[in-house]
């Protein structure tokens, strides 16, 4: 059945990240992104090994701290970048950049 979806690229019908089953996929082997950008920078690996973004969901909860008021671009220490920083993240506004990035670029579908 899986290769048969594959086949035929079948997707889910939504247009918004916000849908909680698109929400819960695989950000890095998403169906939505586009193959020539896969992001395999240190930002992007970093993501992967210190901050555990896996799911849309993951980068979502990541990049949603750019919204932030107390959150600055550069030595920030509010309290999500001091966390990353913990986890061994030397650049945590850059990952939340990435991240964001990451969401715009999958096919306007997802």
Same mark, same amino acid.
């Given at each position: 059945?899986?290769?048969?979806? #594959?086949? #035929?690229?079948? *997707?889910? *019908?939504? !247009?918004? +990240? $916000? !849908?909680?089953?698109?929400?819960?996929? /695989?950000?890095?082997? %998403? *169906?939505?992104?586009?193959?020539?950008?896969? @992001? +395999?920078?240190?930002?992007?690996?970093?993501? =992967?090994?210190? #901050?555990?973004? %896996?799911?849309? /969901?993951?980068? =979502?909860?990541?990049?949603? *701290?750019?919204? @932030?008021?107390?959150?600055?671009?550069?030595? &920030?220490?509010?309290?999500?970048?001091?966390? !990353?920083? !913990?986890? $061994?993240? /030397?650049?945590?506004?850059? &990952?939340?950049? +990435?991240? =964001?990035?990451?969401?715009?670029?999958?096919? /306007?579908?997802?």
């Amino acid at each position: 059945m899986l290769k048969a979806i #594959h086949d #035929h690229n079948v *997707r889910p *019908r939504s !247009d918004s +990240t $916000g !849908d909680p089953a698109l929400r819960k996929m /695989e950000l890095w082997l %998403h *169906r939505g992104t586009r193959k020539e950008l896969v @992001d +395999t920078t240190a930002r992007a690996q970093c993501l =992967q090994q210190n #901050h555990n973004v %896996h799911t849309v /969901e993951d980068a =979502q909860n990541t990049a949603r *701290r750019l919204e @932030d008021d107390q959150h600055k671009r550069r030595n &920030c220490t509010c309290t999500n970048c001091a966390a !990353d920083t !913990d986890l $061994g993240c /030397e650049k945590p506004h850059k &990952c939340a950049v +990435t991240a =964001q990035k990451l969401l715009n670029r999958l096919n /306007e579908t997802w």
